[in-house]
């Protein structure tokens, strides 16, 4: 099997594995417990804080732990516009391509009075900072910007919008679930006051993740219980899960520069391999991209029955994201930048990562080209491309 939908989650390193194992056998006790084996257990997940927090340069009492990156982000969002609210303000900037974590957070918000503007990301996948200054107001506070995009991939003029956001005095929140562990993250030099990450998409397990929070950032809890987290997190702390994720996330952090340079690579012979395809294209900005993301849309196919003949011949990919595959509304990222309805069907995502070889890649690349040409062969649309009653759009 070749593995490329990285995006949607990582296999666990075995660092990763052994230390969840490790702490579920040996030290299972309850960090808020006062006798030892308790203290034990408070110990691993404050060693993790400092792992995680060193890793993008925070505090570790800016650190606090989350089921993963979907609550990190409700949480962020949530506890700004609360803020917002007690300081009469209720408006939202965020962009049209985020994560549905941070788009149904914001829809559910509208709905009890929050005013939202998304922000367009133009063709190549990236926010123009003049249009963020722009759309800030007297009464915004918050803006909530995805660090790199989970379906094309592209990466933000994040520290540039976190400079704005500085300026004009309101809280910056980034869904950086694609980013940590892949490219750098620095919370101090990118201007960033809340963070989201999730540990399933660094080699981590899944159902841990956490939101970073900077110090005068008020907080508030989700969930109503015990005092973990000092108080902005209530429930018994996932202590494997959370040691698991500081040491996946250390070695992602160690590897970052070696991996990324190998997966850049393979990702622009991949790039190059399918780009031969005709009435095909790329999605999103060429280089400012994560370096495992390749996304492309194939004109007259379904992405759909192009992913089940690649699973046929052991390929993992993915069209759209995992959470709106399954249902026939083309993605919302792909229409963001301008892909129209037919084109953005015929979406191909591969996320590879560093156990990619180049023999994969022109397996990969061999199998696309032959079943999108299969595909095509009795593609009713394709036949109406071709014999001219439809344009051509790619
Ligand atoms: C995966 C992902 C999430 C959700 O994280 P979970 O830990 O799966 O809840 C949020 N945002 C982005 C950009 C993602 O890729």
Redesign the pocket.
């Known amino acids: 099997m070749i593995y490329a939908d990285n995006?949607a989650t990582t296999r666990m390193s075995e660092t990763a594995v052994n230390t969840l194992i490790s702490v579920m056998n040996g030290n299972w006790g309850n960090p808020s417990s006062l006798y030892m084996h308790g203290q034990k257990a408070k110990e691993t997940v404050e060693k993790a804080r400092e792992k995680i927090a060193a890793a993008i340069g925070a505090d570790p009492r800016e650190i606090f732990f989350t089921s993963?990156?979907?609550?990190a982000?409700n949480q962020a969002i949530l506890s700004a516009v609360a803020q917002g609210k007690r300081n009469g303000r209720n408006h939202v900037i965020s962009t049209v391509f985020e994560?549905h974590?941070v788009l149904n957070t914001l829809e559910k918000l509208k709905k009890d009075g929050c005013e939202v503007t998304l922000l367009d990301v133009y063709e190549n996948g990236i926010v123009h900072p003049e249009d963020l200054e722009a759309a800030i107001r007297d009464t915004t506070c918050l803006v909530t910007v995805?660090y790199a995009n989970?379906e094309i991939g592209t990466i933000q003029p994040v520290r540039e919008l976190g400079e704005i956001c500085r300026r004009h005095k309101v809280p910056f929140h980034v869904?950086a679930?694609?980013a940590v562990g892949h490219i750098p993250v620095d919370v101090v030099g990118d201007n960033i006051d809340m963070l989201s990450a999730?540990a399933?998409?660094f080699h981590g397990p899944k159902g841990v993740?956490f939101i970073y929070a900077k110090k005068g950032i008020k907080l508030s809890s989700l969930i109503e219980g015990g005092a973990q987290e000092r108080g902005k997190r209530a429930g018994t702390e996932n202590v494997p899960g959370i040691a698991s994720m500081a040491e996946a996330l250390a070695e992602s952090t160690e590897k970052m520069a070696e991996n990324a340079q190998y997966i850049t690579k393979l990702r622009n012979r991949l790039i190059e391999g399918l780009s031969v395809i005709p009435h095909s294209a790329l999605n999103g900005d060429a280089e400012r991209r994560l370096p495992g993301n390749v996304s492309f849309c194939f004109e007259g196919i379904e992405g759909e029955s192009l992913l089940l003949l690649l699973d046929d011949r052991g390929i993992c990919a993915s069209s759209g994201s995992a959470c709106t595959s399954g249902s026939l509304d083309p993605s919302h990222v792909l229409l963001s930048i301008g892909r129209v309805h037919d084109v953005a069907h015929g979406s191909l995502r591969l996320s590879i990562d560093e156990e990619i070889t180049e023999a994969d890649v022109d397996y990969i690349i061999s199998s696309v080209r032959e079943v999108v040409e299969y595909l095509r062969g009795f593609s009713p649309i394709w036949r109406d491309l071709t014999e001219g009653r439809k344009q051509f759009i790619l």
Do not use: I, R, T
């Open positions: 995006a993963g990156g979907s609550e982000d994560h974590a995805m989970n869904d679930v694609q999730s399933h998409k993740g």
